[in-house]
């Protein structure tokens, strides 16, 4: 029997069962032991060979010897096999997600799939270092197009309860400090989404009996409770064409025709991640090009703009170059000055 040998071998044998595909699908015993070997399992042909004669004895798997490679299978009718275990690339999956996703999941889920972290966790640390597999975590990172900020603290119990109230479309009771304010306030909310900006997570909302969407910041909730009644929806909101809107981007969902002269330089970039679908960029002066695109009317916007100081000009629209103006000659005044 398979499972009176090395803990190595078992592993292996798992996961070579986990590999095989149903009926009709098949394998041959040379792709098997590829794949196997790719995860980190030191193993020959003649050994796949010799392990899935051992295991046709016990499970219900076949093998077509029409034709040369011969192709293995679970049988067609075979139940559902759970085997304890991951392979590496879920194994990878997991520790991708408990990095980077974590923070985006209510506590209930996070509590069901860790064993998932964990199992995956230590598969990853028992593979072979020499393989290089184990140090892939180490070389995936997510890196935003931004000055790097130091994300704000979050009340633990109070996102516990946002999560949790968000995934069973419940309202929610919360007390919330808006930036400025004396004194927090507070809301019955109707969460409708959850939006990572940054470092940053925003609720959005809709809050007591209207139908206003709003932005929450969730570090900002100072308490907040699970109510029982049910979350109310406006009519046709979809959070992908609410942040399409550019609402993410602090705008009023009108978009605008933008006329902006780039130095060359400045508007390399935009060559290969286009503003827009229907972004046309055409030489103007020396060393500059006129960029013409159909954009969110965003604060975004300006500050993107503002951030290539004097290698961008807006030519249109003409609200949108009076307020850079404006901006540039406050800028200008302070500089003028000596620090103070």
């Known amino acids: 029997m398979f499972v009176r040998k090395s803990g190595d071998t078992l592993l292996r044998q798992w996961q070579l069962l986990r590999l095989l595909p149903r009926y009709p699908h098949k394998i041959t015993a040379g792709d098997l032991q590829k794949r196997l070997t790719g995860e980190g399992h030191n193993t020959t042909k003649r050994s796949v060979e010799r392990d899935l004669q051992t295991l046709s004895e016990i499970f219900p798997i076949s093998v077509d010897e029409r034709e040369k490679p011969y192709g293995w299978s679970w049988l067609k009718s075979a139940p559902i096999l759970d085997v304890p275990g991951l392979t590496v690339p879920q194994a990878l999956t997991f520790a991708l997600v408990q990095r980077f996703l974590a923070p985006l999941l209510p506590a209930s889920l996070l509590s069901e799939i860790d064993p998932y972290f964990k199992t995956a966790?230590?598969?990853l640390a028992a593979l072979?270092?020499?393989?290089?597999?184990?140090?892939?975590?180490?070389?995936?990172?997510?890196?935003?197009?931004?000055?790097t900020l130091l994300p704000p603290k979050i009340k633990l119990d109070a996102q516990r309860a946002v999560?949790?109230?968000?995934?069973?479309?419940?309202?929610l009771k919360i007390v919330y400090h808006k930036r400025g304010a004396t004194?927090?306030?507070?809301?019955?909310?109707?969460?409708?989404?959850?939006?990572?900006?940054?470092?940053?997570?925003y609720l959005v909302c809709t809050l007591f009996h209207y139908q206003d969407v709003l932005l929450l910041t969730v570090h900002r909730i100072l308490s907040a409770i699970a109510l029982d009644d049910a979350a109310s929806y406006p009519k046709g909101f979809?959070?992908?064409?609410?942040?399409?809107?550019?609402?993410?981007?602090?705008?009023?969902?009108?978009?605008?025709?933008?006329?902006?002269?780039?130095?060359?330089?400045?508007?390399?970039?935009?060559?290969?991640?286009?503003?827009?679908?229907?972004?046309?960029?055409?030489?103007?002066?020396?060393g500059w090009v006129k960029v013409t695109a159909t954009v969110n009317d965003t604060s975004q916007l300006g500050w993107w703009l503002s951030?290539?100081?004097?290698?961008?000009?807006?030519?249109?629209?003409?609200r949108l170059r009076e307020s850079m103006a404006a901006m540039v000659i406050a800028t200008a005044g302070l500089y003028s000055k000596k620090p103070r």
């Open 128 to 147: 072979p270092k020499r393989r290089g597999i184990p140090s892939w975590g180490d070389k995936i990172r997510v890196v935003q197009p931004a000055q």
């Open 238 to 286: 979809d959070l992908d064409a609410y942040i399409a809107s550019g609402a993410m981007d602090f705008g009023n969902g009108e978009k605008i025709r933008l006329e902006v002269l780039f130095t060359a330089e400045a508007a390399a970039h935009l060559d290969e991640t286009s503003l827009s679908a229907d972004q046309t960029v055409r030489p103007e002066r020396e």
């Open 183 to 201: 004194e927090p306030v507070e809301y019955t909310v109707h969460p409708l989404g959850l939006v990572q900006r940054g470092p940053v997570f």
């Open 163 to 171: 999560y949790e109230a968000l995934l069973h479309s419940r309202q």
């Open 121 to 123: 966790e230590r598969q």
């Open 307 to 318: 951030a290539f100081g004097d290698g961008v000009e807006v030519l249109k629209p003409a």
